[in-house]
């Protein structure tokens, strides 16, 4: 079949075609009628079964039946299946269904539905009785919508009752009863409206004209125009006023303000007079006045040419303070003074660039602002001198002493003497001993403290010295709270190094960035919301100022850093209740914010909040097996991986997770608003 139907063999249903396509099995030889049949198409055979297998060929064609159309009425037009025809006619070939007849007699217009059989044909006869009802319905729809399309205003009822006197020819008989009675309770409605408008609009005028009379009355009258202003207003109202008690009462406020403003203008003339006089002796004042400038000015110049006489810092400063922004050159000075503090902040960074005696002299010779800290370096200097000589005389003596077959004792005598807090020294091996005595004379102590001015500002980063040295790196299995990747290991680091008291701080990171980023803000703060890759531009400006060589602490840096020599869980031992004097931190999980740094007890070494307040950014990969294959001497972590080493807690986070092995890590893009950095500096 060309579509899919029920097929009959001699009258009964063998199946139905499935992809137009039905086999029939077990069929006598002879002939056969075939018929398929559908909801709307069907299609008849008759074939003759004379081999074993035979395919037949059945085309489905519409079903279709007639329509006539009769009228009581004469003729008219009927529109059927998108075809109009005049009636009364018979229509052939429709199409099996319902079908919607729409039907057209002189102005009125409507439809109905009709169906048609197959093989049959359908009638439809219109009557009398039918137009009168559907011009009934029709007359009925077009005053209903008259009536819900109008405004429940005048304006809308009169163009409504409008509208309905253009219909009223046109309904029929049946609907002018109904017609007319709205049509007259419509004009009640009007004549209501039009009444309470009238009045309304009464209420207002006089409504208004009270107001203003009111706001007249009420109106400031401190200046004489204000009175003249007041007087005039309450003239127009008194006008406009029906006789009433308020019109009284303008009238007495009328004549009171006419009163008023006479003596006003008498005052007036007298000031005036008064006026004219206190401008003379302003005059005279203003002569005295610029006297007084043009001895100033000459005060000024003397003042700017002294400064630029001697032309350093103080004299500038000096003039700055003494003529203030009123001074003549009070700009130029500013701007004389700031070159030379940038040529002073330059010059010490050069001084401290070459690291010399000689160079640091000549810096004191000519420069002021860095004095203390060139002062420091130079001292250091010496001291560093003064060890390199120490270190040479004990060379020498370890050199004699290892000539003989009494090391220790040859070296103690004349190195150490006999004093008894030596005495534990002399038990130790000639080697350790060596070593031990160079460690003690290579560097500061444990601690030290070294400060150092970001040039152009007044910003210092004040610096601790961590001391080269081993310890054990993670926890012990009996530590509470420990995590599996604590792994205890033996680590060296072989260097000592710098490493800043506090955490960078938004003041730090404003004179540099220019921006904060910080959620929490306050200069003593430390900066968060700050990424790894961020802390890293921080530090490349940073080594761009000529004061060293900064950078992340490395992972195994950062947790002897925090250590400080402790073994515990904490830099000062393992008890939770007393962090909090050493830290900023979650006692009930997730406090609000940030806090000042350097506000609670440092560790052993001076370093502040290594545990709480922020987290802080190392330099490593984060390797969760690291320590397994970590190197003893001065690991760096593993070379590659996804995220960065994090340490130390925050204000946000538990006590557990502050402690001094707790690892922690994120992407090297991720920042959040307890998240910060520590910095390290190079020892030169």
């Known amino acids: 079949t060309n579509q899919d139907a029920a097929i009959y063999l001699d009258g009964k249903l063998q199946g139905n075609t499935k992809a137009c396509y039905l086999l029939l099995r077990d069929i006598p030889y002879g002939e056969h009628r075939l018929k398929a049949e559908n909801q709307t198409q069907d299609a008849v055979k008759t074939y003759n079964q004379n081999a074993e297998i035979m395919q037949v060929n059945l085309e489905l064609k519409e079903k279709t039946g007639q329509l006539k159309i009769s009228s009581e009425i004469g003729f008219f037009d009927i529109s059927v299946m998108g075809t109009t025809f005049r009636a009364p006619t018979l229509i052939t070939n429709v199409t099996v269904g319902e079908h919607l007849l729409k039907i057209s007699h002189k102005e009125l217009e409507f439809s109905c539905k009709i169906y048609v059989k197959a093989n049959q044909t359908a009638e439809f006869l219109l009557t009398q009785e039918i137009l009168k009802r559907e011009k009934q319905r029709a007359d009925q729809k077009a005053l209903a919508d008259l009536l819900a399309a109008a405004p429940n205003t005048l304006e809308g009822k009169t163009g409504l009752l409008a509208d309905l006197q253009a219909l009223a020819p046109k309904v029929g008989a049946a609907t002018q009863p109904q017609l007319k009675q709205t049509m007259a309770y419509l004009k009640k409605e009007m004549s209501e409206l039009k009444r309470m408008q009238l009045a309304e609009e009464k209420r207002r005028q006089m409504e208004s004209l009270s107001l ?305 980023p910080s959620h929490f803000k306050g200069a003593k703060r430390p900066v968060e919301t700050v990424s790894w890759h961020e802390a890293k531009k921080f530090i490349k400006k940073l080594n761009g100022k000529g004061i060293g060589t900064y950078r992340l602490p490395t992972e195994a840096e950062w947790e002897y850093a925090c250590r400080a020599g402790s073994p515990s869980a904490y830099c000062y031992g393992d008890s939770e209740s007393r962090l909090k004097y050493y830290a900023w931190y979650g006692e009930d999980l997730f406090t609000d914010k940030t806090h000042t740094v350097g506000g609670n007890q440092p560790n052993g070494w001076g370093l502040y909040d290594m545990h709480g307040n922020v987290r802080e950014w190392c330099e490593d990969w984060y390797g969760e097996n690291y320590y397994k294959e970590s190197p003893e001497r001065d690991p760096r972590g593993p070379a590659s991986g996804e995220d960065r080493v994090v340490r130390g807690g925050s204000y946000w986070y538990l006590a557990r997770n502050c402690r001094s092995a707790f690892r922690n890590r994120f992407w090297p893009d991720y920042n959040d608003l307890h998240l910060g950095f520590r910095l390290a500096r190079n020892d030169p």
């Open 212 to 516: 203003a009379c009111q706001q007249a009355l009420e109106a400031a009258e401190g200046s004489l125009s204000e009175k003249k202003e007041k007087h005039e207003k309450l003239i127009k109202s008194h006008t406009s006023l029906p006789p009433s008690p308020m019109k009284q009462i303008v009238a007495q406020e009328i004549s009171r303000l006419e009163q008023a403003i006479e003596r006003g203008q008498k005052r007036r003339k007298k000031r005036l007079t008064i006026l004219s006089l206190l401008l003379l002796f302003t005059f005279a004042l203003a002569v005295s006045f610029v006297a007084v400038i043009l001895l100033k000015k000459h005060e000024d110049d003397q003042a700017w040419r002294r400064a630029q006489l001697i032309h350093t810092i103080d004299s500038y400063q000096s003039y700055i303070e003494k003529e203030g922004k009123a001074g003549t050159h009070y700009i130029e000075a500013i701007a004389k003074k700031k070159e030379l503090e940038e040529r002073d902040h330059e010059a010490y960074a050069k001084a401290g660039k070459a690291g010399t005696e000689e160079a640091l002299r000549d810096y004191l010779s000519k420069y002021k602002l860095h004095v203390t800290e060139a002062k420091d370096q130079l001292s250091e200097l010496e001291l560093q001198a003064k060890r390199e000589k120490e270190n040479r005389r004990d060379e020498e003596a370890w050199r004699k002493a290892k000539a003989g077959d009494t090391v220790t004792k040859t070296y103690l005598e004349e190195e150490l003497g006999t004093k008894e807090a030596y005495y534990r020294k002399a038990k130790a091996t000639p080697k350790d001993l060596r070593a031990e005595s160079k460690d003690q004379q290579r560097g500061p102590q444990a601690g030290a403290r070294k400060s150092f001015t970001i040039p152009g500002t007044s910003v210092r980063l004040n610096m601790r010295w961590i001391p080269s040295g081993s310890f054990t790196m993670g926890s012990p299995v009996s530590e509470k709270d420990r995590n599996n990747d604590e792994v205890q290991h033996r680590v060296t680091l072989s260097k000592g190094f710098w490493m800043l008291e506090t955490e960078v701080t938004q003041e730090m990171w404003e004179v540099l960035m220019g921006t904060n």
